[in-house]
T-cell receptor
Framework: TQLLEQSPQFLSIQEGENLTVYCNSS?????LQWYRQEPGEGPVLLVT?????EVKKLKRLTFQFGDARKDSSLHITAAQPGDTGLYLC??????????FGTGTRLTVIP | NAGVTQTPKFQVLKTGQSMTLQCAQD?????MSWYRQDPGMGLRLIHY???????DQGEVPNGYNVSRSTTEDFPLRLLSAAPSQTSVYFC?????????????FGPGTRLTVT
């Protein structure tokens, strides 16, 4: 089993604050994906990072893949209530083989 | 284009009963997967398929069967339900995008086994 640990498990912040969540593993992944899941729905893919050290930006969200391709971070600038949800990272090791982290549950308070 | 659809949305079973969770996709994706999501454990892969007629086991396959007779459908069968199978089940379809696979998830089936 490829273990992916996410931290923090829970995060509650005020609107406008910045935050970073982390996804760490001892395993090397060929790529890493971030998903956001809202209550009662399935996860929705936000981004895929493939190259060690890669940084991708999606509006106020910045994703980084570690140089060794074992870890990743998600930084949100000026968080908004619409950012509330469960953020999941998932590491890919082979064809269609994804291992999910346990998630960070983010609440942004207006 | 409905994406990935799952039925039913909710289900309550008694221990020992069997049932089939339905999953369909209309995106012509080759790959389909079933996951279960439990509190504090993330999503775990049950079974997956790389194309019609081909299935394989994931991380937690015991107690579940799958078949893939068409590209569109990928049903998950619980043979004899147990309380440990109480969970939220997600079906996903995916396609290869360069070096990675982009997955699209259905809305889930919340199953309770009493």
């Amino acid at each position: 089993t490829q273990l992916l640990e996410q931290s923090p498990q829970f995060l509650s912040i005020q609107e406008g604050e910045n935050l970073t969540v982390y996804c760490n593993s001892s395993s090397v992944f060929s790529s890493l994906q971030w998903y956001r899941q809202e209550p009662g729905e399935g996860p929705v893919l936000l981004v895929t990072v493939v190259t060690g050290g890669e940084v991708k930006k999606l509006k106020r969200l910045t994703f980084q893949f570690g140089d060794a391709r074992k870890d990743s971070s998600l930084h949100i600038t000026a968080a908004q209530p619409g950012d509330t949800g469960l953020y999941l990272c998932a590491g890919q090791t082979g064809a269609n083989n994804l291992f999910f982290g346990t998630g960070t549950r983010l609440t942004v308070i207006p | 284009n409905a994406g990935v659809t799952q039925t039913p949305k909710f289900q309550v079973l008694k221990t020992g009963q069997s049932m089939t969770l339905q999953c369909a996709q209309d995106m012509n994706h080759e790959y389909m997967s079933w996951y279960r999501q439990d509190p504090g454990m993330g999503l775990r892969l049950i079974h997956y398929s790389v194309g019609a007629g081909i299935t394989d086991q994931g991380e937690v396959p015991n107690g579940y069967n799958v078949s893939r007779s068409t590209t569109e459908d990928f049903p998950l069968r619980l043979l004899s339900a147990a309380p440990s199978q109480t969970s939220v089940y997600f079906c996903a379809s995916s396609y290869q995008a360069g070096e990675t696979y982009e997955q699209y998830f259905g809305p889930g089936t919340r199953l309770t086994v009493t």
